[in-house]
């Protein structure tokens, strides 16, 4: 069986507790750590943020990968801020002058959106997406958003399986990718297929649902038990949080 | 004589200009297990779609439990008591955990969350499936989703089930697990495939569907002399020119109900 793109890599370490308690944790730590204003409380929130990837276990190459989405975003970010915040001129670049205020709230912003991210791929990047999408169902999330989400992983893995059998039918007939007319071509058929493929399945799949009975309700069932240690976790994590916007809001 | 449990009557499918089904006329009674065969496009698929109401005839009686059945209002008690095994599991299984999937039917027939569950788990442990409840369903092998996906139709309980090509993609070991189960249910069952081996093993009767209309066909199996090879290996390290006998395997032992 091929890796599938959302098969979970990280350790078992924090998938030993309750789903909810980790999108719970994760709810309250980006909340404080968006509110934070000092670059201080911000570099320890993103220290946590750190810890808690290690914690999870994703690979390292695995947790770059990810991230690096985010960077690309940030980039921009840092580029841009400092020479459209208005305030006390620091750089000049001819017409454009980049200022502290600008710099600094940039650097916030990137330290609050590493940490959070961060936090994000430790809590959650090991977690199968049929237990996330259980955990959001459990926390009162629409159940419409949540079975939305489970088909999609679901119909993900096969779409992903479908473009591989293609792309290999292709590969085997001596295709090569190259930036002509006919690479588009086929790229186009490709993709055309993949589509007509997806709405044949969803129709098969919708007559299957008819054959059980179907009637326009979806059910969530799963066997996770919020335990003692969930709760002891989440009442360890408040006084953190507390003192993180303390020192935020004292220094 | 007892009424069939389901029956076409003289059964229309496609456009005028491709028509599928011409006519055809079935009758399948309790403790019958039929086997419908035909080439490829002769219209199996089809006709197990019309039975269970996913595709309306153009003309023709579908009679289901005694009842003639015409709109889709009709067909939904009929479902329940009508099991499809549809050709790729990945189509029918859809649900994010074997669980899920096994007791959506039983769900949606009414019964409570606990006894759902727990005829999904009686269902997956006769089907020698314990311990997959919280698999992820796209994540199993062919011959496990082949099995969950037939977990999913017995937990409705039908009394009758079709499976179109049952075997098809399985390997040997999966094929005869799911053989060996598919014996010990008392379901009566219309089945189709192309594999001779499972249909002499598992069929009653025989049918064939073939320029539109039904067939009687007949499955038999005789005594017959052939000769092929039979494959071994050597481990390295041994001769492989040593000699092999000229005795061959009596055929009944290495063909079992062939």
Same mark, same amino acid.
């Given at each position: 069986m091929q890796p599938s793109p959302l098969s979970p890599r990280g350790g078992r370490l924090l998938a030993q507790h309750d789903p909810r308690l980790l999108v719970v944790a994760l709810v309250l730590f980006a909340l404080v750590t968006v509110s934070l204003k000092t670059p201080t409380a911000a570099a320890v929130a993103l220290a946590a943020a750190l810890a808690l990837a290690a914690a999870g276990g994703l690979p390292l190459r695995e947790l770059l990968r990810r991230l690096a989405v985010l960077e690309g975003f940030m980039l921009v970010v840092l580029a841009t801020l400092p020479f459209t915040v208005p305030g006390e001129a620091w750089l000049t670049f001819g017409p454009l002058t980049a200022t502290r205020e600008g710099l600094f709230t940039a650097v916030l912003i990137a330290l609050k959106a590493n940490a959070v991210v961060l936090a994000l791929l430790g809590l959650l990047g090991g977690l199968e997406p049929a237990v996330l999408g259980h955990a959001l169902g459990r926390l009162g999330l629409p159940e419409k958003l949540v079975h939305l989400l489970l088909l999609t992983v679901r119909q993900i893995a096969l779409l992903d399986q479908e473009q591989r059998r293609l792309r290999q039918a292709m590969r085997a007939r001596a295709f090569v990718p190259r930036s002509d007319r006919h690479t588009w071509i086929s790229y186009g058929n490709l993709i055309g297929m993949l589509l007509v493929r997806s709405l044949e399945r969803s129709r098969r799949i919708e007559a299957a649902m008819r054959c059980r009975g179907f009637q326009g309700r979806l059910y969530l069932l799963d066997s996770h038990r919020w335990r003692f240690p969930d709760t002891a976790w989440l009442v360890g994590l408040l006084p953190l949080l507390a003192g993180l916007l303390a020192l935020d809001r004292l220094s | 004589m007892t009424t069939p449990l389901l029956a076409l009557r003289g059964l229309h499918f496609g456009f005028a200009s491709h028509p599928v089904l011409r006519g055809v006329d079935l009758a399948l009674y309790p403790g019958e297990r039929l086997a419908l065969t035909g080439a490829n496009g002769a219209g199996k698929t089809t006709l197990l779609q019309v039975l269970v109401g996913l595709r309306h005839p153009s003309g023709g009686q579908v009679i289901a439990f005694g009842e003639e059945r015409r709109a889709e209002a009709d067909f939904v008690p009929v479902r329940g008591r009508v099991g499809l095994l549809f050709q790729d599991s990945d189509d029918q299984l859809f649900c994010p955990t074997v669980l899920e999937d096994v007791a959506f039917g039983p769900l949606n027939l009414g019964r409570s969350r606990d006894a759902a569950r727990a005829d999904a788990e009686q269902t997956l442990a006769a089907l020698g499936l314990d311990g997959f409840a919280e698999r992820v369903t796209h994540r199993l092998s062919a011959g496990e989703k082949r099995l969950v996906a037939l977990a999913t139709v017995l937990a409705m309980r039908p009394e009758v089930l079709l499976l179109d090509e049952? =075997?098809? #993609?399985? &390997?040997e070991a999966a094929e005869r697990r799911l053989l060996t189960h598919l014996e010990g249910l008392d379901q009566a069952m219309v089945i189709v495939s192309h594999d001779r081996r499972l249909l002499e093993r598992l069929a009653t009767r025989a049918v064939s569907l073939h320029e539109g209309r039904l067939v009687p066909a007949t499955l038999h199996s005789h005594e017959h002399t052939h000769r092929h090879a039979h494959l071994h290996l050597h481990a =390295? /390290?041994?001769? /492989? &020119? $040593? &000699? $092999? #006998?000229?005795s061959a395997p009596v055929h009944a032992d290495h063909h079992g109900g062939e």
């Open positions: - | 049952p =075997t098809n #993609g399985l &390997d =390295t /390290g041994v001769a /492989g &020119d $040593h &000699d $092999h #006998g000229r």
